[in-house]
């Protein structure tokens, strides 16, 4: 049986980074919840080992919050609960600074326990770690990696409401022309030449917080960037990472006069941002129980599939938490919309990539780049373990076009928020893996957001229906 790494810093980490660096005087503690939005508080120095020794005190309430941070008191932890305190602790090895915000802060992620050291089970880091020790009791270890996209748009909005591409002319902007750009330039070298700038500083701060960050790629719409997070063997810390990335890119955006958005659809006529996940499986040895000559990989990676494939659905919630999520899906997009696997396909949910034997894994396509990393990682790898542990077949893998074989079979996901929230709140896998209690407690803050959200008049309802109801 594999062992996971204690999920709490030693207290020796931050008196060897107080020594190291007696310049950083604020230090920002972050926890993300169920919304993956990133909240917490920023203190003083001489606060920092009060943390590490016991923990910091945090409102039950920011475990339930919808994205905007507002209580959802269907949850029972705002008033009933009279939003009493949990423990916020210091995850390793995440005490780094944050150069973006000044030569003097530091951050720091957190994970929430219960007042009497018991990990909280609706805090997105534990849930994630239960699953991974459901991997380390069968001697397996994932080995993941994130790959996200975005865009960086100007910060000002335009009079309707909506959002252009940040570089505009006279705005010094993010470009290093200046300009907006106009073309798809898929793979586009000057693109990215244009964006040097930004890039430049994006690889520093990452690098000094030790975010593996890799090569930049202009993606399928102007103005649209990927960066891979390098595969590792602690899902744990790659969810940490990516949650970093995501901070640096939105903090370095702003030294350059742009918004980095990791928004789902934030332009009705131009490619979503997808949240792409690499997963292998390791055995005890080390070695990758995918590997093979087979480009379709072993019998492992196909039940692994099978397990995927099977709870995509389930956890469609989870890849495409908001309303905005559902935007992205539509055939002809490089965004699945259907239960598919195949081999060397972008088509399809889940396509093992070509490469050498060794390393043969499987991108699982259907998130955005707007879910929450921890449970997107958590959600992949229970249908990574229910289909190991059950030998699940996949069925044949998609030759050619997935978009037209899905049509010709009928075979479709979840293809709004809401039917997507009823489909994860009745799995018993996702409430097995997951948590009973957390599945319930995300469906009740899901639907206050739906109801929020749909509550709102927009332009677009005056524009269909003022005149012709």
Not at 253 to 269: L, N, Q, S, Y
Request: net charge negative; with cysteine.
């Amino acid at each position: 049986m594999n062992r996971l790494p204690n999920p709490c810093a030693d207290s020796n980490e931050a008196r060897q980074f107080l020594d190291a660096h007696p310049e950083v005087q604020f230090f920002e503690i972050l926890f993300t919840a169920l919304s993956g939005v990133p909240r917490g508080k920023r203190l003083r120095r001489h606060e920092l080992m009060a943390i590490y020794e016991y923990g910091r005190f945090l409102p039950g309430s920011v475990l339930v919050c919808d994205v905007t941070g507002q209580d959802c008191e269907d949850t029972g932890l705002v008033w009933e609960d009279g939003d009493a305190d949990r423990l916020a602790k210091p995850a390793p090895g995440t005490l780094v600074k944050a150069p973006w915000l000044g030569d003097d802060v530091a951050q720091v992620i957190t994970s929430m326990y219960e007042l009497d050291g018991r990990p909280n089970d609706l805090d997105p880091r534990h849930v994630l770690r239960g699953v991974l020790e459901r991997f380390a009791a069968d001697g397996l270890t994932p080995v993941v990696a994130c790959e996200l996209e975005y865009y960086l748009v100007d910060p000002r909005r335009t009079p309707s409401g909506g959002v252009t591409l940040a570089g505009a002319q006279g705005r010094g902007g993010v470009a290093g022309t200046g300009e907006r750009p106009t073309l798809h330039g898929v793979y586009g070298l000057r693109e990215l030449e244009d964006f040097a700038p930004f890039l430049r500083d994006l690889w520093a701060m990452a690098d000094v917080q030790g975010v593996p960050l890799e090569g930049a790629i202009a993606e399928y719409a102007p103005g649209q960037l990927e960066l891979t997070l390098k595969h590792g063997p602690d899902a744990l810390r790659a969810a940490d990472e990516a949650v970093m990335y995501k901070r640096i890119a939105k903090g370095v955006a702003v030294r350059h006069g742009a918004e980095a958005t990791f928004m789902a659809k934030p332009f009705a006529d131009r490619a979503g941002n997808g949240l792409h996940l690499h997963v292998s499986v390791n055995n005890a040895d080390g070695d990758n129980i995918f590997a093979s000559e087979d480009p379709a990989g072993t019998p492992a990676l196909r039940h692994a599939i099978g397990g995927m494939k099977s709870l995509l659905a389930d956890g469609m919630a989870i890849f495409a938490p908001n309303a905005n999520s559902y935007r992205r899906f539509r055939a002809n997009s490089y965004a699945p919309v259907a239960p598919t696997w195949g081999v060397n396909n972008r088509t399809v949910s889940l396509r093992v990539p070509a490469g050498p034997p060794k390393g043969r894994h499987v991108e699982h396509r259907v998130g955005g780049a707007d879910a929450n990393p921890y449970l997107a990682l958590a959600t992949l790898l229970a249908g990574v373990h229910h289909g190991l542990t059950n030998g699940i077949d996949p069925g044949p893998p998609v030759v050619g076009d997935g978009y037209a074989a899905a049509a010709k079979m009928d075979l479709r996901l979840p293809a709004n928020w809401f039917a997507a929230v009823d489909c994860f709140e009745a799995s018993p896998v996702m409430r097995d893996y997951l948590g009973d209690r957390f599945v319930t407690m995300f469906g009740k803050v899901k639907r206050t957001e739906q109801d929020r959200f749909f509550e709102v008049v927009s332009p677009l309802d005056y524009d269909w229906y003022l005149k012709n109801a």
